[in-house]
């Protein structure tokens, strides 16, 4: 009799802690209903689409806001977006089919497998470069991230994007020792994307349709750019419809997919890392590429490990106008997606992530809090700038007030050369910090902690002060 009470008392237990599992997964999905539409709108996001996972299955798809700013088409299950460097998970599955076909070894020199292209002569052994050290970015190589084409005409043969003979293209070449460090490369994710043209003789694309997207059922993913002419619009940081890009470098960045697909690839993978997916990768591949080895990314995913136990796994994409990420967590099987058309994008990812995990952890994850130390950061550098315009400002006016300055009618070269940099500044500011032709096609801006806007209007207004003030001289 005294066995039973206790039984009966860690029934309870058990069961109070499996339904308070089901309870935070509701609560998340509550909070994403309340709160999205309102950082929607104070993040400048016009679309957003997210799909939370519990037990391995698909809890919800929530679909937020419009196609485009000004649009009444609103965003839907099925709605098309960029995924960005989403794409490299997908690739990564289509190597390690390869890989389980016996056509390639992942510890075999990159090398062996290719003949359209060859890695260019340097002081590093070429014959280091692997598959697998393409893949977890430990390879040495250059190329961290492509911007994209403004057309499809404008764009590159793979073979003269790797070698950086048109458009924006910088040559993909080895900068470390391969195997010495991470270094996060689209360039080495693009050499994949040759390796399995040359390993198959079939195109990426169709090759990626055939073995993976199709026997995954991901009806609506896709790495053809015929898919943009059904997909969303991308975003600024202000909200201005962007112009599309087109990829070439379709294994690194140029997939297109739903909330629906992304929700059922990421239920694949869940339920792969356990059991494996029929037909196209076993358990022990799915593993192989979630559980990291040398670095803190897996192959074709980042991974955080936690406790030396559990682990989070995700890859975050981001492309001119657009923002994504996948997330998920293989010891208890949840997982959340969020695609959004915006270059702000970020900013809602990273809130909804953080209150995601502390959820389901209670942990945040490395790139969340590295974002809200650079938030800090620039608060802090906000307070001393407004604090020394402030001052500025102040100064100036009591001067005026008190018709101690008085207009120039002559300048010196001193002082047109204080009047030039007043302006120079100005200008400079705003094409580094907002325009794409510094950065080979990348906008600076969208990269940087939230209000950073604040900074730039602080900067704008002490040029315009300090322009007018080189325009007065002391009143003698």
């Known amino acids: 009799m005294g066995k039973l009470p206790l039984a009966c008392i860690l029934a309870f237990f058990v069961h109070c802690r499996s339904s308070q599992a089901e309870i935070d997964q509701t609560l998340f999905y509550e909070y ?29 798809i929530e679909c937020f806001g419009y196609n485009r700013k000004g649009s009444e088409k609103r965003i839907h299950a099925k709605s098309i977006f960029q995924i960005a460097s989403i794409s490299k998970p997908l690739t990564a599955w289509g190597v390690l089919k390869l890989v389980e076909k016996g056509i390639i070894s992942l510890d075999s020199p990159i090398e062996t497998y290719l003949h359209r292209w060859h890695i260019p002569v340097s002081r590093y052994s070429s014959a280091a470069v692997t598959p697998r050290r393409l893949l977890n970015h430990t390879s040495g190589f250059s190329t ?6 403004p057309s499809i005409e404008a764009m590159p043969s793979l073979v003269e994007s790797l070698m950086g003979e048109k458009g924006s293209s910088a040559p993909v070449q080895l900068e470390y020792s391969p195997g010495e460090k ?11 994307q040759l390796l399995i043209e040359e390993a198959t003789q079939q195109h990426f694309q169709s090759y990626m349709k055939t073995e993976i997207l199709m026997p995954l059922n991901l009806i609506d993913t896709s790495f053809s750019v015929d898919f943009q002419k ?41 339920r792969g890392y356990r059991e494996g997916v029929p037909n196209v990768l076993s358990s022990h591949s799915i593993r192989e590429m979630i559980e ?65 995990t502390m959820r389901e952890m209670g942990k945040i994850p490395e790139f969340v809090k590295e974002a809200a130390k650079e938030k800090r950061y620039l608060v802090i550098v906000l307070i001393l700038v407004a604090f020394l315009l402030v001052a500025y400002l102040f100064s100036s006016i009591q001067a005026f007030l008190k018709k101690k300055r008085v207009l120039r009618s002559k300048f010196s070269v001193w002082q047109c050369l204080n009047l030039a940099f007043w302006t120079f500044l100005c200008i400079a500011w ?9 950065h080979k096609g990348w906008t600076l801006a969208p990269f940087l902690p939230y209000r950073f806007e604040w900074l730039t209007i602080l900067v704008m207004f002490a040029s315009i002060l300090g322009f007018i003030n080189a325009c007065f001289a002391k009143k003698q």
């Open 32 to 60: 994403v209903q309340a709160e999205v539409p309102g950082l929607m709108k104070k993040y400048s996001v016009p679309g957003a689409a997210i799909a939370i996972l519990q037990k391995e299955e698909v809890f919800a």
């Open 144 to 149: 961290s991230a492509y911007p994209g084409y």
């Open 182 to 192: 991470f270094q996060y490369s689209g360039g080495g994710y693009t050499i994949l």
């Open 230 to 270: 059904e997909i969303c619009s991308p975003h600024g940081i202000f909200g201005q419809p962007l112009a599309p890009s087109y990829f070439i470098e379709e294994a690194a960045a140029g997939g297109y997919s739903t909330i629906q697909d992304l929700a059922l690839f990421l239920q694949h993978t869940l």
């Open 292 to 356: 990291v080895k040398e670095t803190s990314y897996g192959l074709g995913y980042d991974v955080e490990v936690f406790d030396n136990r559990s682990f989070f796994a995700y890859h975050l994409g981001a492309n001119p106008g657009w923002r994504a990420g996948i997330f998920f967590l293989p010891g208890n099987g949840s997982g959340l997606v969020i695609l959004t058309n915006s270059d702000h994008g970020m900013l809602l990812i990273q809130d909804l992530v953080e209150n995601w």
């Open 430 to 438: 705003w094409i580094f910090f907002y325009r794409q032709t510094i």
